[in-house]
């Protein structure tokens, strides 16, 4: 049986009620929810959250909320695999453990169904699957500023190599992460040899933690919607 979760808690901070905040015509975990039922591969679609207005409108979207989560698991500490454990245990308590589990965020609405399907193919090979895209420029040129406002680069070793021979350099684009149940439950960290990439184009990649990330997430959707 393969599950996907969506966490979302009720107390985001910096974009208050971000979780189920109109976006581009339908709450935000609602792009979540629908890009889940569209893969086709999810047994059962479930969201985590503490706060019952999400869960309310999860339900009218399409996914269960068989469970409210548990108040020392809904703070600014909580770790994404805290509560995915928190849910397979869940299951295993009620029905039985899946054999896989992908954690979907709620607020990632350029997520896409096929990204999803190729995920849990992956999953043959490797523990765990997540989308990742590049970076934009490369890292190793990267520079900080000192208190004297000076600059000084991270890696000077690299400042005459040319930028085409440098390694590139990758980043998790906050998505979803599939993983084997078994893998869930022992690991300490996603981003290592066990994990399989799935690669996705960096136009379709936007982290949404203020408000100038959810004005530029809206004017990306309305470009792709009128481009479809």
Not at 115 to 127: E, M, P, V
């Amino acid at each position: 049986m393969s599950l996907c979760l969506i966490p979302a808690r009720g107390g985001s901070k910096r974009i208050p009620r971000k979780n189920i905040r109109p976006f581009n015509g339908k709450p935000m975990i609602a792009w979540s929810i629908e890009a889940a039922r569209q893969s086709g591969v999810f047994d059962r679609v479930i969201v985590s959250t503490d706060d019952a207005e999400i869960a309310d409108i999860a339900r009218s979207h399409g996914a269960d909320v068989p469970f409210m989560r548990p108040d020392n698991l809904a703070d600014d500490f909580a770790t994404t695999i805290e509560v995915v454990r928190h849910a397979i245990s869940w299951a295993a308590d009620n029905g039985g453990a899946p054999d896989s589990l992908c954690c979907l965020y709620a607020t990632a609405p350029f997520v896409s169904p096929d990204d999803i399907r190729t995920g849990k193919n992956l999953l043959q090979d490797a523990d765990f699957a997540l989308p990742v895209a590049p970076f934009e420029f490369p890292i190793q040129r990267a520079v900080s500023i000192n208190d004297d406002g000076r600059l000084q680069m991270f890696d000077p070793d690299k400042y005459n190599t040319r930028s085409q021979d440098l390694v590139e350099a990758w980043h998790d684009v906050g998505q979803f992460y599939w993983g084997k149940t078994q893998a869930w439950t022992n690991v300490q960290t996603l981003f290592g040899p066990a994990t399989a990439a799935i690669r996705v184009p960096r136009w379709r990649v936007q982290d949404i933690d203020t408000m100038d990330d959810w004005k530029r997430a809206e004017i990306l959707a309305r470009v792709l919607q009128d481009k479809a």
